[in-house]
């Protein structure tokens, strides 16, 4: 069974820095293409960063360029976001993703809440 199981998230001051999580089960982690996205209510969910299977390239939204830090632990299984510099328009679901672009397939998180207080 595949499994992506988000954890990290909470209540911050703008400012502050939270890390999350993301561990996987249930399919090869270091052949997919990784994720973290984010939603709020009423709006699609938007991509925040990636990294890839192999070497590591990471690409980031303009909105968290700078502040966030994607990372993955092949041996572990886990994805990992650094989110520093908290603003409140950070505030939402953020959500764990696996991609095989190859064989079309997409895994989801069922998501962890990040909140940001002014």
């Known amino acids: 069974e595949v499994q992506l199981v988000e954890s990290g998230g909470g209540l911050v001051q703008a400012g502050g820095s939270l890390r999350l999580s993301c561990a996987a089960a249930?399919?090869?982690?270091?052949?997919?293409?990784m994720g973290w996205y984010r939603q709020t209510p009423g709006t699609e969910r938007e991509l925040v960063a990636t990294?890839?299977?192999?070497?590591?390239?990471?690409d980031y939204a303009e909105s968290v360029q700078g502040r966030f830090t994607i990372s993955r632990d092949n041996d572990q299984n886990t994805l990992y976001l650094q989110m520093n510099s908290l603003k409140p328009e950070d505030t939402a679901v953020y959500y764990c993703?696996?991609?095989?672009?190859?064989?079309?397939?997409?895994?989801w998180g069922q998501g962890t809440q990040v909140t940001v207080s002014s």
């Open positions: 993703s696996a991609i095989h672009f190859v064989l079309g397939r997409t895994y």
């Open positions: 249930g399919f090869t982690f270091s052949n997919y293409v």
């Open positions: 990294i890839s299977s192999l070497c590591g390239s990471t």
